[in-house]
């Protein structure tokens, strides 16, 4: 695809100044937070700026609880009133805060505290606040939590690091990890070479993936976890060699990348999935595409999906960070036998990426946030002639002022 860019393709373009760190999107409510500490909110569908506000950078999460944004900043947990982007209170954590999510009333949090001469996490903690900012719980655990997320009984769960790994829970007032899967264990002269970090998930559905790499060598297989309160399974794809970087769940099923450049998805039919009803899809079906770079998110948009990477094999450093479109996949047909997949090459790397009914956003490490409506991104794609050209260097410079002038 040539002759294309991301802003081509968009709605509408808007800029943080400093590398976009967090992103959230819900139904038309748009919020994206920076490096620096700059969090702004818009309407989704028009573009036109709610409020901004600045805290101490740098902004990692987001979790919106009704007319309430908890947002974890630097070493605090703050809360905003999502009507006009005032502080209610902000409470001070261990470390830095990394972590939040919060659901009738109820925020969790997670910190840590990193060593440099040690070169790793050596304190971490998970804490319950309620809607006011009063403490209630806090958990002292060993390892890293690499995210974080609800069962449908209101517990937390976490994906961990060294030197346990696998999935736990956290109920209120138990004061120890429930350890809900582990990794498997191999052990060879003494080391255990299976067991590796959780580092991401989805419970956006009511259930939660969690992938991790457990194979060292080319026999093993990667395993992606799946839990619900109700059943506990493992789902083995054959494909070995890379960690899993990047899941999310679709209406059509689940898709996720590696950093070896695998991108996996799995049809309806093929997923063994939990709906929301608690029905188990079964199915043989799994569908894998070769992609030269790590993929470092992954959403999914009507009947497409959208993933961005990093291609590190491209020659061109403007072709190395790239977004792909797979367009129309459906139960009955793959990528390859309709043929509808397109690459769009990047000048920043793209690490967040979030959508809502018909509508996608994505921010880069140059802090702008780009808003793709699926129509108008289908036309503008199927129509190229009549986009934005990419290489014209005094459109783009006047097309970054115009961000500059909108945005003071």
């Known amino acids: ?113 990193y060593e440099l001469e040690v070169a790793d996490f050596i304190e971490n903690t998970v804490w319950r606040f309620d809607a006011d900012g009063k403490e209630l719980e806090r958990w002292d655990i060993s390892e890293k939590p690499w995210h974080i997320g609800l069962d449908k009984e209101g517990s937390l769960l976490l994906g961990i690091g060294l030197p346990r790994c696998g999935v736990a829970k956290i109920s209120s007032g138990e004061k120890r990890l429930q350890f809900i899967l582990k990794p498997l264990s191999t052990y060879e002269n003494g080391y255990d070479i299976r067991r590796s970090p959780v580092t991401c998930g989805d419970c956006s559905a009511d259930f939660f993936y969690a992938p991790g790499p457990y194979s060292k060598s080319p026999e093993e297989e990667n395993w992606v976890w799946e839990n619900d309160p109700q059943l506990t399974k493992r789902l083995s794809f054959g494909v070995t060699g890379s960690d899993v970087t990047a899941v999310k769940s679709t209406g059509f099923g689940f898709v996720y990348g590696t950093s070896t450049g695998f991108y996996y998805y799995s049809g309806c039919e093929g997923t063994g999935a939990i709906t929301k009803d608690g029905l188990v899809i079964q199915g043989n079906r799994t569908d894998l595409v070769k992609i030269n770079g790590s993929i470092d998110a992954v959403a999914g948009l009507g009947t497409s999906i959208w993933l961005s990477y990093y291609d590190s094999r491209d020659s061109r450093p403007s072709h190395q960070h790239k977004i792909g479109l797979f367009r129309e996949i459906t139960q009955d047909d793959t990528y390859r036998e309709n043929g509808k997949h397109h690459f769009i090459p990047h000048d920043s790397r793209i690490r967040l990426m979030d959508s809502s009914d018909d509508i996608l956003v994505m921010g880069d490490e140059q802090g702008r946030v780009f808003v793709i409506e699926s129509e108008v991104a289908q036309r503008r794609i199927d129509f190229p002639s009549f986009s934005e050209p990419r290489n014209d260097p005094k459109e783009s410079e006047l097309r970054a002022r115009l961000r500059m002038l909108r945005n003071r």
């Open 1 to 113: 695809m040539t002759g294309l860019s991301i802003e081509s393709i968009s709605s509408y373009v808007r800029d943080l100044s400093s590398s976009c760190s967090a992103l959230l999107l819900v139904e038309d409510l748009l919020f994206a937070g920076s490096h620096d500490g700059l969090l702004v909110s818009w309407d989704a569908s028009s573009g036109v700026e709610r409020w901004r506000v600045s805290i101490d950078g740098p902004i990692s999460d987001f979790s919106l609880d009704l007319d309430t944004l908890f947002v974890t900043s630097s070493d605090s947990l703050y809360s905003i009133d999502v009507s006009d982007g005032s502080i209610l209170w902000n409470r001070e954590l261990e470390g830095a805060s990394d972590y939040v999510v919060a659901l009738d009333g109820i925020v969790w949090a997670t910190s840590s505290v």
